[in-house]
């Protein structure tokens, strides 16, 4: 049955409404400072606001590769201002988040030194500008009440606004939520994003939280909302598979399909969490193997329907590699998709790149082997943390390794390692660790007590009746 475009413009409102009316009574234990780092993931998982109002007939003035948009950048600084008062209001302290996060800060610091020799030095400051709201939105998280309800509430906000509106430009305004190549003709579906890529990676942010979040409620105690629940994640999870087909992009499907896996193998018992770095080093090793012996790599190609070139990317690769830059400290944060070699790499192509299309390369290309080497430093130091996360918080111990695996996939065909990107937001809310100050005070009293507490014992069993890995004080 046909609905006419305005009766489901209507019955899409309607429902996003109930779905946030539905999530405030619920009372969740956030503070209402959540609504920016919100704001900010809803823009970036969907148009800037200039792209908005282009396309509902305002004129906002033009938007240039270079200096970007003035209202959007107005829009940003907003937002990061607002998300340093309420840091401020709570009294974060930086000190702190410095010491805990020593990997991030000098990633951060090299990014804004390598400014210096930048061709576009004002430009590459104002991204660098932009990419510092990401720790400052994930910190609003962490300093919430309960970091892990504001995670979640996060992201089931956003997907109230993503989903159910992107299933309602592909349908029925197509003039919003679908497109054609600039160069090939071929139609592709965007949905609320800009393009077809951008719609794969919010399916894929989104459809692993919800396979998390319905790891979660399934091991509730059976109940009216443990039912609801449900049934709102395979909803949800049933319209993200849906858009996922739609966007046709196998490299949102393999990172989601990769990070699921990793997120339930986390899940057996029998698994011995102190040894999962081995256990990883093991994994590597047999995928190696096998491509050694089977060539899986090109059967998995195959599989996914792509050709040897990965959609030409490998010949982007190898053209980019002879582009001459400093191999150590590269063209400055951001600045090597700009100028010159911008506009001889345009016209060298019959589609014109404006990444590296690899996160990894996109990266060398910008900060060098220097940068390259911090990046892989950060993504261990991340991993340690996600390790012991799961002997003190096993469930968001196992979203940080679930979706850093697919962090470290998805940047193999693409690049998100920059600018705006959804994945580079989520990625700091994984990596930033931040000890709130109840816990703090509590520590030091318990620790006053040694004749009580001796020492923290790793063990399985019974907590409120459920099966689960905990840390115990004995």
Same mark, same amino acid.
């Given at each position: 049955m046909h609905v006419p475009p305005i009766i489901a413009s209507c019955l899409?409102?309607?429902?996003?409404?109930?779905?946030?009316?539905?999530?405030?009574?619920?009372?969740?234990?956030?503070?209402?400072?959540? $609504?920016? %780092?919100l704001i900010w993931f809803l823009i970036i998982t969907s148009? =800037? @606001?200039?792209?908005?109002? #282009?396309?509902?007939?305002? #004129?906002?003035?033009?938007?240039?590769?270079?200096?970007?948009? !003035?209202?959007?950048?107005?829009?940003?600084?907003?937002?990061?201002? =607002?998300?340093?008062?309420v840091l401020h209001q709570r009294q974060a302290s930086f000190s702190e988040i410095i010491r805990n996060n020593q990997w991030l800060t000098i990633f951060l610091l090299y990014c804004l030194i390598s400014i210096v020799w930048s061709d576009f030095p004002f430009v590459a400051f104002k991204r660098w500008?932009?990419? @510092?709201?990401? !720790?400052?939105? /994930?910190?609003?998280?962490?300093?919430? !009440?309960d970091p892990e309800e504001a995670l979640r509430r996060l992201m089931k906000r956003c997907a109230y606004v993503i989903v159910p509106i992107s299933i309602l430009f592909i349908k029925y305004y197509p003039q919003w939520g679908r497109g054609f190549g600039q160069w090939s003709g071929g139609a592709f579906n965007t949905g609320i994003t800009a393009n077809k890529n951008a719609l794969g990676c919010d399916c894929l942010i989104l459809g692993f939280f919800f396979f998390w979040y319905l790891l979660q409620t399934w091991s509730r105690q059976?109940?009216?909302?443990?039912? #609801?629940?449900l049934l709102l994640t395979g909803g949800f999870l049933l319209a993200i598979w849906w858009l996922l087909s739609m966007a046709h992009s196998s490299t949102s499907l393999v990172s989601l399909f990769v990070s699921v896996v990793m997120v339930a193998i986390l899940g057996w018992r029998f698994l011995d969490k102190r040894f999962i770095g081995t256990y990883l080093i093991i994994g590597v090793l047999?995928?190696?193997? +096998?491509? $050694?012996?089977?060539?899986?790599?090109?059967?998995?190609?195959?599989l996914l329907g792509k050709d040897a070139t990965l959609t030409d *990317?490998?010949?982007? $690769?190898?053209?980019?590699?002879?582009?001459k830059i400093n191999p150590l400290f590269g063209t400055g944060?951001?600045?090597?998709?700009?100028?010159? *070699?911008?506009?001889?790499? /345009?016209?060298?192509?019959? $589609?014109? %790149? #404006?990444?590296?299309?690899?996160?990894y390369l996109e990266t060398y290309l910008n900060l060098g082997l220097v940068g390259l080497i911090l990046l892989i430093g950060l993504f261990t130091a991340t991993f340690w943390k996600g390790r012991r996360e799961l002997f003190t918080n096993f469930q968001f111990g196992r979203f940080r390794l679930g979706f850093l695996t697919a962090v470290i996939v998805y940047n193999w065909t693409e690049a998100s390692f920059k600018a705006l990107h959804p994945i580079w937001f989520v990625f700091y809310i994984i990596a930033l660790d931040y000890r709130q100050p109840e816990f703090d005070s509590f520590q030091r009293t318990e620790t006053n007590r040694p004749e009580e507490?001796?020492?923290?014992?790793? +063990?399985?069993?019974?907590?409120?009746?459920?099966?689960s890995d905990y840390w115990h004080l004995r």
């Open positions: 899409t409102v309607a429902v996003v409404v109930f779905l946030f009316r539905r999530d405030i009574r619920e009372r969740p234990n956030v503070t209402g400072a959540l $609504w920016i %780092p148009r =800037a @606001v200039s792209e908005w109002l #282009n396309l509902f007939g305002l #004129n906002v003035g033009a938007v240039t590769l270079e200096e970007g948009s !003035p209202l959007d950048a107005c829009v940003y600084f907003v937002l990061i201002a =607002a998300g340093l008062y500008f932009k990419v @510092v709201g990401h !720790p400052i939105m /994930a910190l609003i998280i962490l300093t919430e !009440p059976p109940g009216k909302s443990r039912r #609801n629940e047999a995928l190696l193997a +096998a491509e $050694w012996g089977f060539g899986i790599y090109a059967h998995a190609i195959e *990317r490998t010949l982007l $690769w190898s053209e980019l590699l002879k582009v944060f951001e600045s090597f998709w700009l100028g010159e *070699r911008f506009q001889k790499l /345009a016209e060298s192509r019959w $589609w014109q %790149p #404006n990444e590296a299309h690899n996160g507490y001796e020492k923290l014992v790793y +063990a399985e069993g019974e907590i409120d009746g459920k099966s």
